[in-house]
């Protein structure tokens, strides 16, 4: 396969450029809507037979049984401590490991660090909602282009899903916490990219393996963390639905890709790669140290210096990995996927348990 250039694929050669990756920043904030082409035919199929893909045909029937409603099933009456939250999360900082001496961090006292702790969650929350709301439009797309009856069904549960998940994350932000973040841009620039692809099984790549891949394992870090009793139920309920999104792409996309072409997987490495990067870069919190008037060419290299915190960032690709590799796409055109892994220091989850289906071990006990 004739790689494409790091430039073209993520707008830099080196991976690790923290120049290139700040000099990106959301300019876009003000704007009350964002609009991208979508680039896709809606595709009717004359194939009616329900479960002609059992697999697909399972998890419909389970989304049916396990809806839930963010109004009245968490409890919302909860007074958020947010401070208390935010000591909580200190420690994944590594705060102990870094050294900042002779930095503007140096003079920070509790007061800051807690602060810090502070912006950090309402900071993931909101780009936990953003995601969200890309994945209900990435669904809603996939409706209307995916070729097959049973994934049509499926994806309309998820529409569902995602239209609740950013309702209780924004309702959260909104009515106990004091306001969100815009989106991080290279979330954005991730988003943008998924929804322009014209390839129907482009969308659940980006979305249902990468994204959502990291979001499993994301809410599972901030649910395994957390003791605030909403916000913990919430991400349970949210992680319950978000398992069956990522089955329902490894479902899809496994008897899609065992159909392509060297050159054709090579183009999905790739993308796999650029969604890899993007999200690594997003986990960079730059909007955080502006917001707390660190420069963060100064703060970032200190947080990643950290190795609690860079251990942190690799957890967050533990389900991407192993699902990407039952996919096909690590060890095709000579490895090309693994080797862009590596770099990333992240190809050591390759065995860990892949999502296809893990939603049983996530299902709410009292939803079945
Ligand atoms: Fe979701
Ligand atoms: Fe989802």
């Not at 949210?238 to 329902?248: G, I, L, Q, S, Y």
């Not at 969604?275 to 060419?297: N, S």
């Amino acid at each position: 396969m004739a790689a494409t250039p790091n430039k073209d694929l993520i707008g830099r050669e080196g991976v690790n450029d923290l120049d290139a990756i700040l000099s990106m920043t959301n300019t876009d904030v003000d704007s009350a809507v964002h609009s991208i082409a979508d680039n896709a035919a809606a595709i009717f199929t004359w194939d009616y037979e329900k479960g002609a893909r059992p697999g697909l045909n399972k998890l419909y029937e389970k989304a049916k049984t396990s809806q839930w409603n963010g109004e009245t099933d968490l409890p919302w009456d909860t007074d958020v401590d947010l401070e208390k939250v935010a000591q909580l999360l200190l420690p994944s900082f590594g705060v102990e490991q870094m050294d900042v001496a002779g930095t503007p961090l140096a003079r920070w006292g509790d007061a800051e660090w807690l602060r810090l702790g502070m912006e950090s969650q309402i900071w993931a929350l909101s780009q936990f909602m953003h995601g969200e709301q890309g994945a209900l439009l990435c669904t809603a797309k996939i409706v209307e282009t995916v070729p097959w009856i049973d994934a049509k069904y499926y994806a309309a549960t998820q529409v569902m899903d995602e239209a609740r998940h950013v309702e209780v994350f924004a309702k959260y932000l909104d009515t106990k916490l004091d306001g969100y973040y815009p989106i991080n841009t290279h979330l954005g620039m991730l988003l943008d990219d998924i929804v322009a692809d014209s390839r129907w099984d482009m969308t659940y790549l980006g979305m249902q393996i990468m994204v959502e891949g990291l979001a499993l394992a994301a809410f599972g870090f901030m649910h395994a963390v957390t003791e605030e009793p909403l916000l913990k139920q919430l991400l349970r309920y949210v992680m319950a639905d978000e398992a069956r999104h990522v089955a329902f792409g490894v479902l899809s996309l496994k008897e899609y890709y065992a159909e392509l072409t060297d050159r054709e997987l090579g183009e999905r490495q790739e993308f796999a790669f650029e969604a890899a990067v993007r999200m690594r870069d997003r986990f960079l919190q730059q909007e955080v140290w502006d917001r707390l008037g660190v420069d963060p060419k100064i703060a970032i290299p200190l947080t990643q210096s950290s190795p609690m915190r860079s251990e942190f960032q690799k957890m967050l690709f533990a389900k991407i990995v192993p699902n990407c590799k039952k996919l096909g796409l690590l060890d095709a055109n000579d490895m090309w996927l693994r080797h862009r892994f590596e770099e990333l220091g992240v190809i050591q989850f390759e065995d860990w348990a892949d999502t296809e289906a893990e939603y049983e071990a996530f299902a709410l006990a009292e939803l079945q």
